[in-house]
């Protein structure tokens, strides 16, 4: 199968279609030296085959130098770690949501939508001049990926062949 990249954006704040709130999902602060990055986006990427899935320490190491500003930031239900949301902000007023999702037992509860929406108002808040925020996703991610960056406001701008090598 062959895999296709979608790239999406929002252009305006409030392009933004916030999904209903979920009792309970949150989103707090990473510090980036948690060790909890590289485990939750490790498990949360291996069913889609995700890079994080099976990066090396020096990979690991080579991806956080990468963007010395990227943002990380927890989702939680209930208190337990849920998902995990990466930002990267870029030049000319750009963020770029880096990786986006869920633990696999906490897919089909219900918390995509919700979870989206709390990590794209994050994106929005990061600077005071954001003007585009944006993600892409693979024909090899859940099924309702890409459904829910659309369903969120976000609008396709790309989409081409990827590369699994």
């Known amino acids: 199968m062959e895999e296709i990249v ?15 709130p979920v009792p309970g999902l ?5 510090d980036r030296s948690s060790p909890m990055i590289v ?13 994080s899935a099976s990066r090396t320490e ?24 849920a998902g995990m ?9 750009e963020v770029e949501i880096r990786s986006f999702g869920l633990l696999p037992e906490f897919v089909g509860k219900g918390l995509g939508g919700f979870a989206l929406t709390l990590g794209i108002l994050r994106a929005w808040d990061l600077a005071p001049a954001v003007t585009r925020v944006w993600l ?11 459904p829910n960056y659309h369903g969120r406001g976000f609008r396709t701008f790309k989409t081409e062949p990827g590369d699994r090598s």
């Open 85 to 93: 949301v990466t930002c990267d902000p870029q030049p000319g007023g």
């Open 26 to 30: 949150a989103l707090e602060a990473l």
């Open 136 to 146: 892409h996703t693979s024909s090899f991610d859940h099924e309702n990926a890409l």
């Open 6 to 20: 979608t790239y999406v954006e929002m252009t305006a704040r409030g392009q933004l279609n916030p999904a209903a």
């Open 58 to 81: 020096e990979e690991w190491q080579l991806w956080f130098a990468e963007c010395p500003d990227r943002t990380f930031w927890l989702l939680s239900f209930e208190g337990a770690p």
């Open 39 to 51: 485990d939750l986006l490790a498990r949360i990427g291996a069913p889609y085959g995700w890079r």
